[in-house]
């Protein structure tokens, strides 16, 4: 087995799995990467890639980990040690002194891997929108000296029109102040709410964990895709009394559930009491379409939104957890 890493040509041609991920990689970013496959008898059996922040010089990530399942566990632990090895070694020749992953790039895409595989009811197959990898992942990463550097959770909630009357109150004190909402209309590429996600996007999350800056244009094309698959009627806007946006809530249908994807606010907002009014609208929609189970989605261990989401405990059907892993660079 050997590590080769890819030309810029070789990374968008040979590395991605897909065709978004095609795209994400052939992006012109300005911030150095690198991508790596290992290789044994000519036959790919692996990748990774490296990158550094703009935002933090002594923090590099490590992202698109994969180890093709052979069947040989020990040629496998092999693999995710040369690789993790090699990304490490290219960060530290960049400066960076502890290396985050895995972040494809920056939180903005694909991050974390699911921690419990296995667990319970919550081993039921995962929803597209989870972080994918190998359930040795983690195993991997703590071999070699990772730990969890933060957590996240997923939780499903039945029979949730039990919490409308909790939820209730808030929500008719934000309407008698002058608060509303209206749906996002996603039009494509050129479309102004995408402009307008961007706007709150850029300030509700610029001190958030592990927050990279973006530009517009960027945001735009690798956005278009997932708000095209994704963006449904049951996505809105939250208005202030003036009618200008100042928050979104993000939601959409699967399986026979309602997705609580992102609800963010602009920083002024935060304490204004709209988390509850924006839960309160979601479930509204939801029992109005007959849904009444509802995930909350990749919610951060320490959230705001967790205290909120607590009073809906006796209703969890299920839990699934992920992690971000950190590892010093000596």
Aim: proline share 5%.
């Amino acid at each position: 087995m050997h590590i080769r890493e890819l030309d810029h040509q070789e990374s968008v041609e040979v590395f991605p799995h897909n065709e978004g991920e095609r795209e994400l990689i052939a992006y012109p970013f300005d911030f150095d990467r690198a991508h790596f496959i290992a290789l044994e008898d000519g036959r790919r059996i692996g990748r990774i890639s490296a990158n550094t922040s703009k935002r933090d010089p002594g923090r590099g990530y490590f992202g698109f980990f994969h180890v093709e399942e052979t069947g040989l566990s020990e040629s496998e632990d092999a693999c995710a040690r040369a690789l993790l090895s090699y990304a490490e070694s290219w960060l530290r020749g960049k400066g960076a002194s502890h290396i985050v992953g895995p972040v494809n790039y920056s939180t903005l895409f694909d991050y974390r891997i699911r921690l419990d595989p296995e667990e319970g009811d919550s081993g039921k197959e995962p929803f597209f929108w989870e972080p994918s990898g190998s359930p040795r992942s983690r195993i991997w990463f703590e071999r070699e000296g990772y730990q969890v550097f933060e957590e996240y959770h997923s939780c499903a909630y039945r029979n949730v029109e039990r919490v409308l009357p909790v939820s209730e109150k808030r929500y008719e004190e934000a309407i008698r102040s002058g608060f509303s909402t209206r749906p996002i209309r996603f039009t494509g590429g050129n479309s102004p709410d995408l402009e307008i996600l961007f706007r709150i996007n850029s300030r509700a999350f610029q001190d958030s964990f592990l927050a990279e800056p973006f530009d517009l244009d960027a945001y735009r094309t690798l956005n278009v895709p997932k708000y095209t698959k994704l963006l449904s009627d049951f996505s809105f806007f939250i208005l202030n009394p003036e009618g200008q946006e100042v928050g979104y809530f993000f939601l959409f249908p699967d399986r026979e559930s309602l997705v609580w994807k992102t609800l963010a606010l602009l920083p002024e907002y935060q304490k204004a009491g709209l988390a509850g009014f924006g839960i309160h609208h979601a479930l509204k929609l939801a029992l109005d379409r007959g849904i009444s189970s509802v995930v909350s989605a990749l919610i951060r261990r320490g959230a705001p939104s967790e205290a909120l989401l607590s009073r809906a405990a006796p209703l969890k059907a299920w839990e699934r957890r992920y992690g971000v892993f950190r590892k010093t660079l000596g």
